[in-house]
């Protein structure tokens, strides 16, 4: 069973970074497809960023600012975050999927079957 804990969320004023981080545990990261997506309050979770062996994914609206990496050492799955807006303010979420499947689902929540808790992130104007 793969274990999924974030942090790193918090507050910050548009224009600053925080970076998450997704430790990993009960399967190998590099082994699955790792993703960030978010929540804001009466919003559909929406896929940010995914991650599979070289190929990433961002969405349009964090392209060019957010960048997902991994520490294969640490089994630890990261987002660092610049020029924070405060569109981004929402809950994010660190998820995991089996690998294999279509290059072109690396953002849809159907791929992934193992979910984090979440860490909050509130960017003000």
């Known amino acids: 069973q793969v274990q999924l804990v974030e942090s790193g969320g918090g507050s910050v004023q548009a224009g600053g970074s925080l970076r998450l981080s997704c430790v990993v545990s009960?399967?190998?990261?590099?082994?699955?497809?790792m993703a960030w997506f978010r929540q804001a309050p009466g919003k559909e979770r929406e896929g940010v960023a995914g991650?599979?062996?070289?190929?990433?994914a961002y969405s349009d609206s964090v392209k060019g600012r957010f960048t997902i990496s991994q520490d294969n050492a640490k089994n630890t799955l990261y987002l660092q975050m610049n020029s924070l807006k405060p569109e981004d303010t929402s809950m994010y979420y660190c998820?995991?999927?089996?690998?294999?499947?279509?290059?072109?689902?690396?953002?849809?929540?159907?791929?992934?079957?193992?979910w984090g808790r979440g860490t909050q992130v509130t960017v003000s104007s």
């Open positions: 998820a995991s999927g089996p690998a294999g499947g279509m290059w072109s689902l690396a953002l849809a929540p159907s791929r992934y079957n193992y």
């Open positions: 009960g399967y190998r990261a590099n082994l699955l497809w």
């Open positions: 991650f599979y062996a070289d190929f990433t």
